[in-house]
């Protein structure tokens, strides 16, 4: 049901330049939302009653049309680069007229109150207006939620305006092309035009707190999964798409704090998020039961395909794209931590798939290596087979998410090297890709033998068996470990031909060196000294 007796003041809404000339909708309910997304063909329920949607133009994010506002606050603290766009300040007055005309010609809106951040210390509050229901259904279930009360005594810190259907002049705009989303730190507003990727509303909160959270509060960001055993040991899984972040944090025997941003401050780390946003594509309840059960009434799932003649969504299909993607509120995950807060991290894990075969299943990295690995966020992935190309393919990602740092990826490492010495936590690298050679030649490593090293890392029983440090990239490599042969620990030895993994190692160094150029200037001389030795 709607909330009847908890109205929006308009006189907040009026501030932002929108009229009282249509109809708005506020803080429904996600069945509501549903009905309304129906009633305008947004989108049509699977056989599981599941909002299913399309996005439009736009299937994933846009990085090359994301700005920052340049102006007095940011000019001299963002790190300008290919993902910190700058935008001098009167292009956002533009946009921000264009889109607020834009909704005040519009018969119906949808206006959302919500929050981010669970522990209440760093609670941010997000006003989000959009033009489609489903957008907002999307906000009601990936950040958290109000009480009726909040609701009553409710001040926004930051907005959200959403102008899908909005095409931008990019000359009178100042922007590459007609979509853009835009964030002001000084008018502490995002806008969104031209795009109905709804990752775009998440992301950008996500960067807004990347920026606010350490320069503010002393709180490291993170773009990580986490997760709590029965006795309250923490765990965080960093890791770049395809790397099994999401499958290996979703661990029946521990608590699912939350599965992809996170802050860890001086006594815990908290989830900023009140769902998940799960990857589709090839989903099976066998692989990945939690995400797939979670596909029910009040889930909105993104750019999938059904079986002809039904509405039975067919996981494989990628005719739309491969980012397929389903969002949900964290409680329709069985085993989910409430509130989504946990303790002190004990470990850490850092997850590449290294298509190369060349690094360790698992290894632990001293604290310097760690902030170097940090900063370098390394995988290697096999390059789409349509285009002919079968060889591994390298990509770096400063801390697993260059595009939403605002800072330095120097200010993220240090911050990470402290709390690693204080706290004594320990840093595990693991590789969920090649053995024995690399693609084409080798084999991908066995999920169950992955699971098994974490679970031994976890357990504490690693921490008597005897390592060895790899010869290029020094990460101490374990000799033995539960449930995992023993060949299989170090790659050099899985290889027929030790020359090409040889050949191999010294090329991957390589990248890693030439990749950290970038960031050599704004780090501590111990993190340059960590970097792989040819």
């Known amino acids: 049901m709607s909330l009847p007796t908890i109205a929006i003041p308009f006189n907040q809404l009026s501030r932002l330049g929108l009229r009282q000339n249509h109809t708005l909708h506020y803080q429904l309910t996600p069945e509501e939302l549903v009905q309304d997304a129906l009633r305008l063909n947004e989108g049509i329920l699977n056989d599981t009653g599941a909002l299913v949607m399309r996005t439009g133009e736009f299937t994933g994010r846009s990085p090359k049309d994301k700005f920052t506002v340049k102006d007095e606050i940011t000019a001299s603290t963002v790190h300008w680069n290919e993902f910190n766009q700058p ?24 206006v959302r109150d919500a929050y981010a951040c669970a522990d209440p210390r760093y609670r941010m509050n997000i006003r989000v207006v959009n033009e489609q229901p489903a957008i907002n259904l999307f906000a009601h279930n990936m950040f958290l939620r109000l009480t009726d009360e909040e609701l009553e005594h409710f001040t926004p810190d930051w907005h959200i305006l959403s102008a899908p259907s909005l095409r931008l002049d990019p000359q009178e705009c100042g922007t590459r092309q007609h979509n853009a989303s ?5 008018h502490r507003t995002i806008l969104i035009a031209g795009s109905g990727y709804t990752g775009e509303t998440k992301k950008g909160i996500f960067t807004v707190l990347n920026y606010i959270l350490p ?13 709590m055993g029965k006795d309250g040991d923490t765990a965080l899984f960093f890791g770049l ?3 099994g972040k999401t499958t290996l944090s979703a661990d029946p025997q521990r608590m699912l704090i939350g599965d992809d941003e996170h802050g860890w401050t001086n006594n815990g780390v908290f989830n900023f998020e009140g769902g998940c946003y799960a990857k589709c594509i090839d989903l099976s309840e066998e692989k990945e039961p939690e995400i797939f059960h979670a596909i029910r009434p009040g889930a909105l799932v993104e750019n999938t395909m059904f079986y002809a003649g039904t509405n039975k969504i067919n996981f494989s299909d990628k005719s739309i794209t491969e ?9 329709y995950i069985s085993n989910a931590q409430e509130p989504s807060i946990g303790n002190l991290p004990a470990n850490i894990f850092f997850l590449t798939c290294d298509a190369y075969g060349v690094l360790p299943p698992i290894s632990k990295l001293t604290p310097a290596q760690a902030m170097y690995q940090f900063i370098s966020g390394y995988t ?6 349509e285009a002919g190309v079968t060889e591994p393919k390298s990509t770096f990602s400063a801390c697993f998410g260059a595009p939403f740092l605002p800072l330095h990826p120097g200010k993220y490492a240090a911050m ?13 690298m693991i590789n969920t890709g090649w053995t024995g ?7 991908r490593m066995k999920l169950s033998y992955t699971r098994a090293m974490i679970t031994a890392a976890l357990e504490g029983k690693l921490d008597q068996v005897e390592f060895i440090n790899h010869p290029v990239f020094g990460m101490a490599v374990p000799q033995s470990c539960p449930h995992v042969p023993a060949e299989l620990l170090n790659p050099r030895n899985t290889w027929a031909d030790k020359a090409a993994y040889d050949a191999a190692a010294r090329n991957l160094a390589q990248q890693f060196i030439k990749n950290f150029e970038k960031y050599a200037a704004g780090v501590q001389e111990e993190i340059l000294e960590a970097a792989p030795v040819i």
Request: proline share 1%; hydrophobic share 35%; glycine share 10%.
């Open 241 to 243: 798409s395809g790397t």
């Open 215 to 227: 320069q503010e509060k002393g709180v490291l960001s993170m773009h990580c999964s986490a997760n």
């Open 323 to 331: 980012n397929t993607r389903v969002s949900y509120p964290l409680d």
């Open 182 to 186: 835009v964030i002001s730190f000084k």
């Open 87 to 110: 935008l001098e300040e009167k292009y956002f007055h533009i946009i921000h007229k264009k889109i607020v005309e834009h909704l005040n010609g519009k018969n119906e809106l949808w």
């Open 416 to 428: 990470l090297g402290e709390k690693l010495r204080r706290h004594e936590v320990k840093v595990w």
């Open 380 to 385: 290697a992935k096999v390059a789409g087979t």
């Open 437 to 443: 050679g690399a693609y084409g030649t080798g084999s």
